[in-house]
């Protein structure tokens, strides 16, 4: 398996912009977990899917925000407005299960001027 | 809520030397702890994974310990090389992964 595999690697917009980020998990995973990461905040868990249902968005910062799974090979992370501040890395990670070894992608460095 | 910390922030030491890791959780209903690694400008890669039950794990030059009680695991590093520089991070796994902040370590030729 290619492992976690995000798209796309980088992404430059202007503010006010609407910006999806793309994840294919490893085939057979159950899990599925959003990330960003920042200097300040470190990694900070936005959302997560068990079996393609969304089980904890708490992390999720504002509406603005919005996460989904249609199918067990495919998530999108939205961000619409976008703002500087969404300025981060941002990491998909995939498992068997919720507690099982979690694998990462190689994430998407976000910019937003 | 859960909080995850890591000492020391920062570690450079010169090649050859052992050294170790610690991280410390306030939660100790946790179902397992992992240790990440991370270059910079990459991704998290699993190190090793822990579950509650168990005491250790060791994969190579690395091994980790968990002590649940005290909410505390270190992550010992044998032997070390300039390949092993790289930012650690312990996340503790109780519902959702809690990341630690991480020890970035320089390791000097």
């Known amino acids: 398996d290619a492992g976690v595999i995000q798209s796309p690697r980088h992404e430059v917009t202007e503010m006010g912009q609407e910006v999806t980020l793309r994840c294919k998990p490893i085939s057979g995973h159950n899990s599925l977990f959003w990330y960003r990461q920042t200097m300040m905040r470190g990694l900070e868990l936005l959302i997560y899917?068990?079996?393609?249902?969304?089980?904890?968005d708490s992390g999720m910062p504002e509406d603005r925000f919005s996460a989904k799974m249609p199918n067990a090979s495919f998530s999108t992370l939205k961000i619409q407005p976008s703002e500087p501040r969404d300025s981060a890395v941002y990491f998909c990670a995939s498992s068997f299960g919720v507690s099982d070894e979690a694998f990462f992608g190689q994430g998407t460095r976000l910019t937003v001027v | 809520k859960q909080e995850v910390t890591q000492i020391p922030a920062a570690l450079s030491v010169p090649e050859g030397e052992n050294l170790v890791l610690n991280c410390s959780f306030t939660d100790s209903a946790i179902y397992n702890l992992q240790w990440f690694r991370q270059d910079p400008g990459k991704g998290l890669t699993s190190l090793l994974l822990i579950q509650s039950s168990q005491r250790e794990q060791t994969s190579g030059r690395l091994n980790a310990s968990l002590d649940k009680s005290s909410g505390r695991s270190t992550l010992y590093i044998a032997a070390s090389q300039p390949g092993d520089s790289a930012t650690y991070l312990c996340?503790?796994?109780?519902?959702?992964?809690?990341f630690g902040q991480g020890t970035e370590l320089s390791v000097k030729p």
């Open positions: 996340a503790v796994e109780g519902g959702k992964l809690i």
């Open positions: 899917f068990n079996n393609n249902v969304p089980i904890d």
